[in-house]
Nanobody
Framework: LGQLVESGGGSVQAGGSLRLSCTAS????????MGWFRQGPGAGREGVAR????????YYTDSVKGRFTISQNDAKNTVYLQMNSLKPEDTGMYYC????????????????WGQGTQVTVSS
């Protein structure tokens, strides 16, 4: 049974950095797209960044462009989210998720989700 495991969350002050990792294991197929989503207190789940495996093309939500970078290491079956210049509004639970085909912000198209890692940014 496949699973995604996130790590790297924590508490930082505004302006700080964190790097999240998401490692996939146990899947019978390769992922087509990996996305990072976050959910703040009392808010819905929003897409932050996603990456096509085949091309490596990244996509970002407007609020993180220029600050966050998504990347992949196929040898380690791991996707990273480097987060710089963090702001208090970046606070939330961060989840990675994968698709077997397609790549969009539609959470329904992701067939497997990690358990989440908490990011807290204080002002």
């Amino acid at each position: 049974l496949g699973q995604l495991v996130e790590s790297g969350g924590g508490s930082v002050q505004a302006g700080g950095s964190l790097r999240l990792s998401c490692t996939a294991s146990g899947y019978s197929d390769s992922w087509a797209c990996m996305g990072w989503f976050r959910q703040g207190p009392g808010a819905g789940r929003e897409g932050v960044a996603r990456i096509w495996r085949a091309s490596g093309n990244p996509y970002y939500t407007d609020s993180v462009k220029g600050r966050f970078t998504i990347s992949q290491n196929d040898a380690k079956n791991t996707v990273y989210l480097q987060m710089n210049s963090l702001k208090p509004e970046d606070t939330g639970m961060y989840y990675c998720a994968r698709t077997s085909w397609g790549c969009s912000w539609n959470t329904g198209s992701y067939d497997s989700w990690g358990q989440g890692t908490q990011v807290t940014v204080s002002s």
